[in-house]
């Protein structure tokens, strides 16, 4: 079964400043990824995602992410962060065509420092 | 932008009592999940629907939960009797098929048992 860590469950980072939140995945098969972002007390909205080809992946937002097969990670980034980007950010994957389930990671708080 | 429609937003119970949560997915979207965000970790999917048929309901603890899409629409995920550990975020989400498809997510229903 596939498993995903998100390394840090708090990110504080000063306005305009770069973030990175790390994602690692296990998984013995190949696997499609994903990034969402939950404000408090609302639902699940897709950043982005990868489902093959360009391991660079250009989500909304101003946020992108990397696949890297060989560190098994996914990590989100973006170059210069914004109030409105403090929110809660899950990692998810999914095994690969034809399946359904999502694994998702337990989340990690941005908090961006005016 | 069609969304996923879920009510109540906030549910107070007391344990022992009965609980009903509904789920409006997007027009034509076929599967349809039922998840449990528990606080501080990410959601875990209870059950999942396939048109009004049950795919995956193998972490729905059946003897108090239960969930339907009679006519493979709309949804309702059921407590009975509600417990103190069944306080959580329950959230909706659809697609339009498995696979690579996309899940949407609504905004949620907040449950606590007093």
């Known amino acids: 079964a596939q498993s995903v860590t998100q390394l840090d469950s708090q990110v504080p980072v000063f306005e305009e400043a770069p973030v990175e939140l790390r994602c690692n995945y296990s998984?013995?098969?190949?696997?499609?990824l994903f990034w969402y972002v939950q404000y408090p007390n609302q639902g699940l909205q897709l950043l982005l995602k990868?489902?093959?080809?360009?391991?660079l992946v250009k989500g909304i937002n101003g946020f992108e992410a990397e696949f890297n097969k060989s560190q098994t990670s996914f990590h989100l980034r973006k170059p210069s962060v914004h109030i409105s980007d403090t929110a809660e950010y899950f990692c998810?994957?999914?095994?690969?065509?034809?399946?359904?389930?999502?694994?998702f990671g337990k989340g990690t708080k941005l908090s961006v420092i005016p | 932008e069609a969304e996923v429609a879920q009510s109540p937003r906030y549910k107070i119970t007391e344990k022992s009592q009965a609980v009903a949560f509904w789920c409006d997915p997007i027009?034509?979207?076929?599967?349809l999940y039922w998840y449990r965000q528990i606080l501080g970790q990410g959601p875990e999917l209870l059950v999942q629907?396939?048109?009004?048929?049950?795919?995956?309901d193998s972490q729905l603890p059946k003897d108090r939960f239960s969930a339907e899409r009679l006519k493979g629409v709309d949804s309702t995920l059921k407590i009975q009797p509600a417990e103190l550990g069944d306080s959580a975020m329950y959230l909706c989400?659809?697609?339009?098929?498995?696979?690579?498809?996309?899940?949407?997510f609504g905004p949620g229903t907040r449950l606590t048992v007093l």
């Open positions: 629907f396939q048109d009004e048929s049950v795919v995956d």
């Open positions: 990868y489902l093959s080809g360009s391991t």
């Open positions: 998810a994957v999914k095994k690969g065509a034809g399946s359904y389930q999502l694994t």
């Open positions: 027009s034509g979207h076929a599967t």
């Open positions: 998984s013995s098969v190949s696997v499609y």
């Open positions: 989400a659809s697609s339009l098929r498995t696979g690579t498809d996309t899940q949407y």
